[in-house]
């Protein structure tokens, strides 16, 4: 009737944010996968209605981004502009499936994912590809004797002092291969660069599934020329599987209703049924 009409009235509208786009968890995985299922199948994005199951471990993602910000802030401590920003990722390489990424401190504060999109010097994670290079071509053996002394350059071109510091150790004068590679020594790193060639370092990196340029500089045995972390970490991954690039698996099953549409998973995934897991 009409007071209940003027009741209704009188009370103050209600309103309820939208429901998130992309859920409470593994906002940057979410993202990944709806671009990579609306530019891989526009057509069946497009008409929706898709049930897409991803290798994603909510519970994984959380701890990651946990240590990823505790790491931030104790950086912050030390760096006049505060926390850096952070990127990370999780690879399973026995599956090739992605179980976490990690874009940036804050999901809602920036949406650019730091782990699949942005281009940053690795520094000495990268000095594994330029001992790998070396290795396949019989360059150096694990007990190489490799120098380990000063190294200062100037380039004229760009008016450019290069001296490499010794990996906060005092210089050994000579260290064996493996040990320089495990202790992540600078010079020696670049002894070996100039004994296999920048080229077959770069056609190596390339062979790794590492997709972004690699500048043909001496400092690129260093970690120089930047990498998408998740190109990296594909190397890695090469490198666990006995030189088998995995691909990276984020969706591996879309359906819609009963229909399989697309079936990515791995042999060795242990959820599948028996009779098609290898283990």
Known sequence: ????????????IALSPPPSRYG??????TERVRQEIATAMPAAYDRGGLRIETAAAPALGLAAEDAG???????????????????ALVWDHRTGYIEATVGGLSWDDSRFDRA????????????????????EVDAITPGTPLRDA?????DAATDVHWKPAASGHAFRGVALAEDALAASLNAPAIDVLDRVGADRVIDLAHRLGIRSAVADVRPMALGAS???PLELAGAF????????????????????GDEVLVDRAAAAD?????GRRLD
């Not at 490198?239 to 698996?249: I, L, S, T």
């Open 150 to 154: 000063p190294i200062a350059e100037y």
């Open 226 to 228: 930047c990498l998408v």
């Open 24 to 29: 409470a968890l593994v906002p940057w995985y």
């Open 270 to 274: 242990p959820t599948l049924d028996p």
């Open 1 to 12: 009737g009409e007071a209940e009409r003027r009741a209704a009235q009188a009370e103050p």
């Open 237 to 256: 991954a090469t490198f666990a599987r006995g030189g088998r690039r995995p691909e990276p698996v984020f969706a591996v099953r879309i359906r819609r």
């Open 116 to 135: 699949t999109q942005a281009c940053r010097q690795p520094g000495s994670a990268f000095k594994p590809v330029v001992y790998a290079a070396a290795l």
């Open 69 to 87: 910000r505790a790491a931030a802030d104790d950086l912050g401590r030390d760096l006049a502009g505060g926390r850096p920003q952070l990127a």
